[in-house]
C-alpha cells in the first residue's frame, strides 16, 4: 500500500489549503485514515481522525477550522483548512490503518511521505 498526499503549499494566515491523499495497492479494509502534522522541533500530532464506521475527531486547535473526509470506495482522505494560521505551518502526513489481506491477522500502519504546508502572517 502506498499514500500519496499533495495539496500542501503557502497560504497566507486566513486563508485555505485542501489536502488530498490516495491509497493505491491492495488492501481488505481500512480502519483509520488520519492526517498529523509535525511542526519544526516539535512531536509529530494527530490532527484530524476518521474510522471507517464515521467517527471523526480533531485537536482542539484545529475545530471549526479545518474538516476531513474520506471516500471509502476510493479509499481518499482529504483534510480542507480554512482559517489558516502561521502556527498551523508544518509537514502534512497522511496515515492509514488497515488490514491489507482478508488473511492478515492484524492491522498495519501506513504513512505518507509529507507535504509542506506553510502559513505566511
Not at 489558516?84 to 504513512?111: H, N
Request: neutral net charge.
Amino acid at each position: 500500500v502506498q499514500l500519496q498526499a499533495s495539496g500542501g503549499g503557502l497560504a497566507q494566515a486566513g486563508g485555505s489549503l485542501r489536502l488530498s491523499c490516495a491509497a493505491s495497492g491492495t488492501m481488505y479494509s481500512i480502519n483509520h485514515m488520519d492526517w498529523y502534522r509535525q511542526a519544526p522541533g516539535k512531536q509529530r500530532e494527530l490532527v484530524a481522525s476518521t474510522t471507517r464506521d464515521g467517527n471523526v475527531n480533531y485537536v482542539d486547535d484545529v475545530k471549526g477550522r479545518f474538516t476531513i473526509s474520506r471516500d471509502n470506495a476510493k479509499n481518499t482522505v482529504d483534510l480542507q483548512m480554512n482559517s489558516l494560521k502561521p502556527e498551523d505551518t508544518a509537514v502534512y502526513y497522511c496515515f492509514v490503518r488497515g488490514v491489507p489481506q482478508i488473511t492478515s491477522v492484524r492491522e498495519y500502519d501506513y504513512w505518507g511521505q509529507g507535504t509542506q504546508v506553510t502559513v505566511s502572517s
